[in-house]
């Protein structure tokens, strides 16, 4: 038999909520609201909004203060260092998404199928642990996973034909190794936010499924996975604004390999080149903007595509 | 729910962050929280603040050179210093410029003075940046007395003048030698090269009759400047404050490179960090010959975290020459530099104490691990050196190099080996021939020197 989504379950489901939201008490705005809001708005003020509004000032500027136009845009575009920086984030995000979202949706399945609950806590645990260190710190421990003379898994990189640091670093291979980092840091914390999306779904209608025959494979592909694209699409979101921002790998990993992974490998280096190195501000706002509005597009459509922000 | 994962906080490290340490010093500059202190012309050829005395004086030092602040502290009591420790720009981090551009943007709050491990700090430190007076204050125009300047070694004060004028003190010397091991030679039966050309004849007869066995390495970045400048490589001439002659087509060029590559395709020079466990664990005591810088005799050879050559083996011999040519020259790698800020309120006790670790006994010769860049310590220093009975010939080839270094080759504000390191390096360790990447070589410091506002000729 055909196995539909028992959508009528779904909506008498929704709607029962919505109506004992509309019974009870209405929300009331009290002031503890506020309160609790308060102390974010004012960090995302002073951190965010006006960071970000200075920026963009400085952007259109030149260096003594002067209206500039887009001539600070044109000269970072037309930077020989600008274009491969960008490839160098696309081929690392492309390959970054897609491995979380498979992995991380795949594995939080699986631990959520487990029977045995101390094995699903534990490995929740394990899964956890990385992401437990800070970016730059699981940065130098990678330092030393990468190298074939010191690397616990030395056999492996050995295998793969790498026999020197140098060659496992070579420009190539840096996507997928910031990649994998990447995920090694953060995967684990997502997998939990996806076991706890999973333990969301009602048990009605998983018991429902099976009683109309669907076997593990057919209700995590039917049932739970549509019912994890919200989730989806927020770590989606999230890991695409961190993701853009590409800076504390390459730039740990260029220091380890004293330049031979360069320092201007991805954009967010680049604005710090230029701020810091050639002394222009503005051109690093510049880089910034740019940065800023693709991941803000790139951004809507994970939104709009995952329905972030429809209400249930 | 649990909160945003570690990686998302970790890295919101945006640019966005900069911009807003941008802004915080626009800020400072809005509420005017600049120094006003007022600036007269000096008597020494620069603006100067107005001076007080008895003012304690800030010094930035490396960790290394934390010695030489204590010595001071120890010779002059009665001068006041702050010693703050940073990475010294060391690999290519850059934190000296950095830091000096935001006390720039912020109008105060810069360092009396500043120990940098680079050598293209005067490029930038002499000149105006976005309007504000340059940082380093220029020495030779009676700050330094000049009986002090000309005890310097010849051309030890290269990185140091930017368009004839001088505006840092040299701390110590980095010139590339030859140095060899005197027991494995003698063991083998090998007469030291003196040509460049002898030298690449000598690594393939090891390779045949030694396997395993190096004469030299270039894994590292500053494989250019130990044999491309050593073979008068015009790849970095500065011919002027902003404008540099690029030509790596040239003969001398190519015979480096072509050197290079036949002895990296026969295993004696191989493409390996020094500084790297692979390098350690492969190559200990292994290593005939090294050119390379004079710093290598404490970093590499007698450092027991390292090569650890032990006592009575390690000699050094002049840099090579090539065919032909009657003279030798040679390259540099680094070797550290102080700076006096421009904006010093007490510049008799940054003057005092720039002069004093440059110069005196205390710090360069009885403390300093690399070779003075101040002839007379140095003197005293090559000869403390050899009373310690480790070097298994006499060291008066490292005192030749140290005025051979080649000024073809010259101190931009960009660094020759990041350019080296990320262009160059890579495609060597993937098998390319450095002939064959010359006009790449080329085109990657043309590009660099351009971002860096460089004329290219």
């Known amino acids: 038999m055909t196995l539909a989504p028992p959508s009528d379950r779904l909506t008498v489901d929704a709607s029962g909520r919505r109506r004992s939201a509309r019974s009870g008490r209405a929300p009331g705005r009290t002031p503890i609201g506020y309160v609790f809001v308060s102390l974010y708005a004012l960090l995302a003020l002073a951190f965010g909004i006006i960071p970000t509004l200075y920026a963009i000032l400085l952007a259109f500027t030149n260096a003594d203060g002067g209206f500039a136009g887009f001539n600070n845009f044109v000269t970072v575009v037309t930077d020989f260092r600008f274009w491969p920086a960008v490839l160098h984030v696309t081929l690392y995000l492309v390959i970054w998404l ?149 800076f504390v790998e390459p730039q740990l990993l260029s220091q380890a390999s004293n330049g031979v992974v360069p320092n201007d490998y991805s954009l967010n280096q680049l604005a710090y080149q230029y701020a810091f190195e050639q002394n222009d501000f503005n051109g690093a706002a510049a880089i910034s903007l740019i940065l800023l509005i693709v991941a803000l597009l790139l951004s809507w459509v994970f939104v709009t595509r995952g329905g972030l922000f429809e209400r249930e | 729910m649990v909160g945003i994962p570690t990686v998302v906080r970790a890295r919101r490290r945006s640019a966005l962050t900069a911009a807003a340490f941008g802004a915080a010093a626009a800020l400072l500059i809005l509420t005017g929280c600049s120094n006003g202190g007022s600036t007269t012309n000096g008597s020494y050829g620069f603006p100067e603040a107005k001076q007080d005395p008895a003012s304690t004086i ?18 002059n009591p009665d001068t006041k210093i702050k010693v703050v420790t940073y990475d010294g720009s060391a690999n290519g981090s850059n934190s000296f410029k950095t830091k000096m ?13 500043v120990f940098s491990s680079q050598n293209n700090d005067a490029a930038w430190a002499s000149q105006k940046s976005g309007g504000k007076q340059a940082f380093a204050a220029v020495l030779d125009k009676g700050l330094v007395p000049k009986d002090t300047l000309s005890n310097f070694t010849e ?41 460049w050309e002898e030298y690449q004849a000598l690594g393939e007869k090891v390779a045949k009759e030694h396997p395993g066995y190096i004469i030299g390495s270039a894994g590292d970045a500053w494989t250019p400047e130990v044999f491309m400048w050593a073979s008068k490589c015009q790849a970095n001439d500065v011919t002027g404050v902003k404008s540099v002659t690029v030509k790596t087509d040239s003969t001398e060029c190519k015979r480096a490179g072509s050197l290079l590559d036949t002895l990296r395709k026969d295993g004696t020079v191989p493409v390996v960090s020094v500084f790297t466990p692979e390098f350690v664990k492969n190559y200990s005591g292994k290593v005939l010959m090294m050119p390379g810088p004079a710093w290598y005799a404490g970093a590499i050879f007698n450092n027991p975290q390292s ?39 007490n510049l008799k006790a940054a003057e005092q104490f720039a002069q004093f670790v440059t ?43 140290a005025s051979q270094v080649w000024d073809g080759w010259g101190y931009p504000i960009f660094s020759q080996e990041a350019v080296w390191a990320k262009t160059m390096t890579p495609a060597i360790t993937g098998g390319q021939s450095i002939v064959d990447l010359l006009p790449t070589w080329q085109q990657a410091i043309e590009n660099q020197a351009k971002v860096n506002g460089y004329k290219v000729n």
């Open chain 2, 307 to 345: 090569l650890n050559v032990p006592a009575g083996q390690l000699g050094v011999a002049a840099p090579l020459p090539w065919k032909g040519e009657d003279s030798a020259v040679t390259g540099n790698v680094g070797g550290g530099t102080w700076f006096i800020s421009s904006h010093s309120k």
């Open chain 2, 155 to 195: 051309g030890a004060l290269n990185p140091c003048t930017v368009s004839g004028e001088v505006y840092c003190l040299r701390n110590d010397l980095a010139q590339a030698v030859l140095w060899y091991n005197k027991s494995l030679m003698d063991k083998f039966g090998y007469a030291l090269p003196t040509t």
């Open chain 2, 101 to 113: 551009q935001l006390f720039d943007r912020a109008g105060s709050g810069w360092p009396d003075v």
């Open chain 1, 98 to 246: 897609i491995a979380l979202v498979i992995f991380v949706v795949l594995l939080a399945l699986l631990v959520h199928g487990l029977r045995a609950r101390w094995a699903s806590t534990s490995l929740r645990f394990v899964y956890y642990l990385p992401g437990a260190l800070a970016g730059a710190s699981s940065v130098l421990l990678w330092l030393f996973v990468l190298d074939p003379t010191a690397s616990p898994v030395s056999g492996l990189l050995r295998l793969m034909g790498f026999n020197s640091f140098v060659q496992v670093i070579q420009p190539g291979n840096l996507p997928a190794i910031f990649a994998i980092i990447a995920f090694w840091t953060g995967a684990g914390g997502w997998i939990v936010i996806m076991y706890g999306a999973l333990n969301n779904i009602s048990t009605d209608i998983l018991e429902a499924a099976r009683i109309d025959g669907a076997n593990a494979v057919q209700i995590a592909i039917r049932i739970q996975l549509p019912m994890l694209r919200k989730w989806i699409a927020y770590m989606g979101v999230m890991s695409l604004a961190a993701g853009t921002q590409l």
């Open chain 2, 58 to 75: 800030t010094v930035w030092v490396d960790a290394d050179r934390q010695a030489a602040a204590k010595a001071f502290e120890k010779a």
């Open chain 2, 359 to 401: 110069t005196a006994d205390d710090y360069q010769v009885a403390v300093a691990p690399g070779y003075p860049a101040y002839a007379p310590a140095a003197e005293k220093w090559i000869a403390k050196q050899e009373s310690s009975n480790y070097f298994a010939t006499p060291l008066k080839p490292i005192v030749t190099a």
